[in-house]
């Protein structure tokens, strides 16, 4: 393959990944909108955003597994395609719990996109330029999750919030292209083809319950049988996954991962990261645009400093760790 159909191919796979990490923020900064649009409250509208970051959670291993067996081009290309479908049908929702609904499939469409640019990209430069290509995709990673409600609030400055999913769909188009044209099938032979449903099972249960209860506990009143419900739900099924990896022959989770110590205190940092930085920042919208009364481009300009920090720091940080 010429350098210029791996270029192409390269360009296609990193903007299937940047918009599947990208829709995990941007549509922050449009809840306040939506709320209005759909006249919701706030943890209705919320759940728009908290689902899509839920599906990729659940289904991203799942995904990659999957791609690894039945070949990574091919499974790629589904998931480009299902997340640009739902996109379009998230654009064209007629209600809140339509919308909500097609968010959860547009995850799925991102959980494909997200682990499948490394490998692909190995595959196509070959493994000596391997800190290229994770760094490179690190990158771009970084400025979709971190420059979302930015981008967001541009685009809400010239049109409404359903082109934040609108966009995606010519995007979409261009990547499915691309890899069609830059992009060749490869498998990954070493792994086993048995996958983990069980687990996954029990992962969807046990995360569901938990949004569940944490998103509505306010509104139902914490000590109510359906909240507490949720609680010991989740427990139970937090018990039964952990005892499902341990004896299922390729668990979703290997659980002796969490022996590596670099491992186990990397997971924690990005948990910390996720409840301190991206978290509130689903507050923060509703904060500028529904008390302070500012714009969503005026909110995009408050946000746009951390943003840039983030997107600066991580793939600076990977470099430090690279080096040391």
């Given amino acids: ?26 549509v922050n900064i449009a809840l306040p909108d939506i709320m209005k649009s759909f006249n919701s409250g706030l943890t209705e509208t919320t759940w728009v955003a908290t689902i899509y970051v839920l599906s990729m959670a659940v289904f991203m291993i799942t995904a990659a597994k999957i791609a690894d067996i039945c070949g990574r081009k091919l499974i790629i290309l589904i998931g480009v395609l299902l997340f640009g479908a739902f996109s379009f049908a998230c654009m064209t929702a007629s209600s809140l719990n339509l919308l909500i609904s ?69 995007i979409s188009l261009v990547a499915f292209l691309a890899i069609i044209i830059g992009t060749q099938e490869s498998y990954d032979h070493s792994i086993s083809k048995k996958i983990d449903w069980l687990g996954m099972a029990f992962l969807i249960v046990t995360m569901g319950s938990l949004t569940f209860g944490l998103l509505e506990g306010h509104q139902y009143g914490w000590t109510s049988t359906i909240i507490i419900s949720c609680f010991v739900t989740f427990f139970i099924g ?48 509703y904060f500028l645009q529904n008390v302070r009364n ?31």
């Fill in 1 to 26: 393959m010429s350098k210029i159909n791996k270029m192409i191919g390269f360009s296609g796979l990193v903007l299937a990944m940047f918009m599947g990490a990208l829709d995990a923020t941007i």
């Fill in 102 to 170: 097609f968010r959860f499939i547009q995850g799925i469409g991102g959980a494909i996109l997200t682990p499948i640019v490394l490998p692909m990209g190995i595959e196509l430069f070959g493994k000596e330029n391997t800190s290229k290509v994770s760094a490179i995709i690190g990158v771009f990673s970084a400025l979709a999750a971190a420059g979302g409600p930015a981008l967001g609030g541009v685009i809400l400055n010239w049109a409404s919030w359903r082109w934040i999913f609108g966009i995606n769909v010519p």
């Fill in 238 to 285: 937090l018990a039964l996954f952990i005892i499902t990896e341990h004896f299922v022959g390729s668990p979703i989770v290997p659980l002796n991962l969490f022996r590596e110590t670099t491992f186990t205190a990397s997971s924690v940092a990005y948990l910390v990261f996720g409840f301190t930085i991206i978290g509130p920042s689903l507050i923060l919208n």
């Fill in 294 to 324: 500012y714009s969503a481009l005026h909110s995009a300009y408050l946000i746009i400093p951390a943003s840039l920090a983030i997107s600066i720091s991580m793939p600076l940080a990977t470099k430090m760790y690279q080096k040391n």
